[in-house]
């Protein structure tokens, strides 16, 4: 019994190994000699739609930063979505130019509520040529509209703007958000950019073509409707650009109470799609499509670290117990080292202080480690309510612009 477990543990370890090893080849391509979207003087226009679900504290500055678009403003119009409000949302878009979509049944989730959404602008109008989706808590810099419009022009029906944050700095918690997402901007969706693959939605800051919408249809089943729009593209060879400079500021969850609920969220929805659309990535990955293998092994990740977290913890018994060596603190020290160097690296590449983001570089890896405990108990939940994040950072876009700008000078 002995042998066999030692035995599953080495192949556990292979894969994992494996596992590790696709994402450095990957996110080596991040070196090469960057993909640009080429600039471009045809004009687009776009619908850009907000849900908002009692956003007054937030929505008024984003709103600012999309009424101060470097882009003609006879060619957007922004739809603000306030399902489930009771407060002044709806007001104070109205105050900012917005337009509103009333809608008075209970929404469920944010994938139904775009599904919603595309639908009315369907219905009601039929000049637009595309939708870019943005949250409530968002700020926006001055030329997103006119980065996704070369994006559309240069051929791509989806695009995912670069992800920042406006509150990078306010509590560990926000600070490892931040890197987060800078790591899958710079090792994920770049380096995927870089060499022709589809890079991945990411909830916000997103451009989809109207062509695109109502041709393949809209109609999210999982809790996480960015990831699988990803997938469904993945299967349908539809590649996803990466848009780097079309800039979208988040504001970063502050406490570990909000971030658990909000990953339970995401690896539910991982989950869920990992279980609708796995036999379809299997059938295109034996095809030789990389975009599904890819997009398979993304999948995977919650059911991998609940996999490697409990191989490891048999390792440090087995070690006890037998005296079966397994070097545990070389394997932590070796990965918390790792983490660090990739954080430096990364803020370096994105032109941001090391000094500014320590609490993040020093304590990623137990936010990563944070994961764990949410995996093991996603797969047991059989519904999840969408629960609102509370927002309450209200720093204009002129503010984070100045800030950043002050970075770089220094």
Known sequence: MLKIIVGVLKVIDILMILYGVYYVIIGIFVFLKEKKIKKTNAKNRFAIIIPARNEEKVIGILLDSLNKQKYPKELYDIFVFP??????????AIENNAKIIEFTEEIKSKGEALKYSFKYLNDNFDFYDAFIIFDADNVVHPRFIEKMNDALCSGYQLAQGYRDSKNPHDTWISNCYTLYYMIQNHFFNRARMNIGQSSFINGTGFMIAKERIYKKGYNPKSMTEDIELSVKCAINSEEIAFVREAITYDEQITTLKESFKQRMRWSIGTNQCLINY????????????????????????????????????????LAVIYGISHD?????????????ALSIFVLKANDKRIKDN?????TLPIFILTWIPVNIIAPWKRSYKWERIEHNKTISIDKVLEYNEQIKSA
């Not at 399902?83 to 104070?92: A, G, H, L």
């Not at 545990?328 to 660090?340: I, K, M, W």
């Not at 320590?358 to 020093?362: N, P, Q, T």
């Open 83 to 92: 399902n489930n409000c009771n407060d002044k949302t709806k007001e104070i």
């Open 278 to 317: 796995a036999p379809n990535l299997i059938q295109g990955g034996i095809k030789g499509k990389l975009s599904c293998i890819d997009a398979l092994i993304f999948l995977m990740t919650p059911t991998l670290q609940i996999v490697s977290s409990l191989a490891f913890a048999l390792h440090i018994i």
């Open 328 to 340: 545990t603190f070389s394997s932590l020290l070796c990965c918390y080292l790792t983490s660090v």
């Open 358 to 362: 320590l609490k993040g570089i020093l």
